[in-house]
Nanobody
């Protein structure tokens, strides 16, 4: 079992920045890929970015490429999402996800064994 806890969400004005964090605990040895997704009220889940935590390979959705940066600190078992130049359409609940390397293979889709955090709200005002 992997336990994921997101933090760092909040309210910002358009053009601002936020940094999300996701702390992983539990069976972290089996994590091969971590990712960020988001879902707004009444909307479908949307992929944002993913990376292999023990190798190279980073993937971004085109809607955030150049504005968002995903990274991982192996020593802290923590995933980050640096979000710059935020837009009102970035307003959503952001979720951290983790699974074996299969998650990165299936990205932008999640796998049926993906572990999820509880989410952190990001609100961008115009």
């Amino acid at each position: 079992q992997v336990h994921l806890v997101e933090s760092g969400g909040g309210s910002v004005q358009a053009g601002g920045s936020l940094r999300l964090s996701c702390a992983a605990s539990g069976d972290t040895a089996n994590i091969g890929c971590m990712a960020w997704f988001r879902r707004g009220p009444g909307e479908e889940r949307e992929s944002i970015a993913a990376l292999y935590i023990r190798g190279s390979g980073i993937f971004y959705d085109e809607s955030v490429r150049g504005r968002f940066t995903i990274s991982h600190d192996n020593a802290k078992n923590t995933l980050y999402l640096q979000m710059n130049s935020l837009k009102p359409e970035d307003t959503s609940m952001y979720y951290c996800a983790a699974d074996s390397w299969r998650l990165c293979i299936s990205f932008p889709k999640a796998t049926d064994r993906t572990s999820w955090g509880q989410g952190t709200q990001v609100t961008v005002s115009s």
